[in-house]
């Protein structure tokens, strides 16, 4: 269903690469609720992914940019500035990526040049579009920024691997230059925290099958999906939302506050008696 939430806002949505991807969900909702984007992703996921599909389908311009360079990321603001017609009123970063995951390497064993490669793109790349928005005063007042990030950030889940320390700078990255933005610029930038979710990035994760139902057993109310997430991500980007920054923002059927359920209680003690 359509509320027009967006009408005549513009933005820059990262990090689609398919159909399961929380940012290709998110587009199409954009669109439905009226807003204009321009999308974009790594010159490599170009060629793996279908990202044309939906530029297609949204009536959107593609402008290929490696986010963890300062020179593509100018361009795509300037480009998306030119295209849309003026100043921008979101932002999504949806990106996430590390080496040591990706090669298998167990948290004790990490290959700090894979760290370094996994920080940037998934954290410091944050930074580097935020820092050229603000630069290049690329943001309407009242705009809304946003990036994705997982509870691994503040508790321990061992095969998150070192994208918990990764989303964990990315969080304190949007409290940081989210007081700038808003001090400056009047435009809130957040996170929002959400479930486990079978895209692409999250099915890098070691043991994702495991993860993701003893979250939805965990959850009372079950994990948000993708569409959930997509459907926040609208609200937070609408005007209902206008003084709302600085947050870290749980999009996990309640995960978060449990500390036990029924459920995962009783398949343990089964478990046991096995
Ligand atoms: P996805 O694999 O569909 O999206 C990740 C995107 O990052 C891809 O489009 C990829 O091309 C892009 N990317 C990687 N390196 C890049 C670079 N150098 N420059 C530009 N783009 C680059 O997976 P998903 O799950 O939709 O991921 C989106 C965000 O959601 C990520 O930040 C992820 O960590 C986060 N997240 C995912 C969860 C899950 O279980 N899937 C749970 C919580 C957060």
């Known amino acids: 269903m359509s509320y027009n939430l967006l009408k005549g806002k513009k933005g820059i949505i990262f990090g689609a690469l398919d159909e399961n991807s929380i940012a290709w969900k998110t587009a199409l909702r954009v669109h439905e609720e009226g807003g204009q984007f321009v999308l974009t992703n790594a010159p490599i996921a170009m060629r793996m992914g279908n990202i044309k599909d939906l530029a297609e389908k949204t009536g959107s311009e593609i402008i290929p940019a490696d986010a963890t360079s300062v020179d593509d990321l100018d361009n795509l603001v300037d480009k998306a500035m030119e295209i849309l017609g003026g100043k921008l009123d979101f932002v999504l970063h949806s990106i996430g990526m590390s080496v040591n995951v990706r090669k298998g390497n167990h948290y004790t064993e990490m290959n700090y040049d894979y760290t370094t490669k996994g920080w940037d793109v998934s954290a410091v790349s944050f930074h580097k579009t935020m820092q050229s928005l603000y630069k290049k005063d690329a943001m309407n007042e009242w705009g809304s920024i946003m990036a994705l990030s997982y509870i691994a950030a503040q508790k321990v889940f061992p095969d998150y691997n070192d994208m ?9 990255i949007a409290r940081s ?5 808003g001090k400056e610029k009047k435009v809130r930038v957040n ?71 029924q459920q995962v209680m009783e398949a343990f003690v089964k478990g046991k008696e096995n």
């Not at 918990?164 to 304190?172: F, G, I, Q, T, V």
């Not at 230059?177 to 933005?181: A, D, I, K, L, R």
């Not at 139902?213 to 980007?237: H, K, Q, R, V, W």
């Open 177 to 181: 230059f989210g007081y700038f933005f």
């Open 164 to 172: 918990a320390d990764n989303k964990a700078y990315l969080e304190s």
């Open 191 to 261: 996170t929002i925290s959400q479930s486990p979710t079978p895209t692409t990035a999250g099915q890098g994760v070691k043991g994702f099958d495991g993860f993701i139902a003893y979250a939805d057993e965990m959850s009372p109310l079950g994990n948000a999906t993708g569409m959930d997430c997509a459907n926040y991500i609208i609200t937070l980007f609408s005007d209902l939302t206008k003084r709302v920054t600085l947050q870290n923002l749980f999009n996990d059927g309640g995960f978060s506050n449990m500390g036990v359920s």
